[in-house]
């Protein structure tokens, strides 16, 4: 076998064992996440406003009761 393959297989078994890393540290975060927006009291904030009436408002140019 060529030592360039040999060199390609060990940088793709590093890469992979950085990801596996990556992917720990995520699910550590999320969890995380998940924590603290269940400790907000009214839940977790909208993440876009494109939901909101007010949002709709603007988008539409129309003031809704709630978010004129």
């Known amino acids: 076998m060529p030592a360039s393959i040999a060199v390609y297989r060990r940088k793709v ?18 969890a995380q996440l998940l924590r603290a927006e269940a400790e907000l009291p009214h839940g977790p904030e909208p993440r876009c406003e494109l939901g909101t009436e007010k949002a709709i408002g603007k988008a539409t140019g129309k003031a809704t009761e709630e978010g004129e």
């Open 13 to 30: 078994a590093e890469l992979d064992g950085l990801i596996e890393q990556l992917r720990a540290v995520r699910a550590q975060v999320g």
